[in-house]
């Protein structure tokens, strides 16, 4: 007997915080604009990271992985992080 799947389940999200939260930045003329997509965790092993992304960008730009602030934690969504010159990216 063939069992069912559920093949529009979500995967299990880590319950751990992450080492990086996801960026895209698409830039519009003179403008940057920061949408959080997604987050990064770090392997136990220190050989790399799962990213797990809630929005995949289709229109170009860029991703970008930052550590997560502080004050981004009591938020659900942070409207935007440090400028690009801040940032160093």
Do not use: C, Y
Not at 6 to 32: C, L, M, T, Y
Not at 45 to 69: H, M
């Amino acid at each position: 007997m063939a069992r069912q799947q559920n093949r529009n389940s979500k995967p299990a999200r880590e319950s751990r915080p992450p080492a990086f939260i996801a960026w895209h930045v698409d830039e519009k003329g003179e403008k940057k604009f920061w949408t959080r997509i997604g987050a990064a965790w770090d392997h136990k092993d220190g050989e790399g990271f799962t990213l797990q992304l809630d929005l995949v960008p289709v229109n170009g730009g860029r991703i970008i992985l930052r550590t997560p602030r502080e004050d981004e934690e009591d938020q659900a969504e942070a409207d935007q992080p440090q400028t690009e010159q801040e940032a160093g990216a």
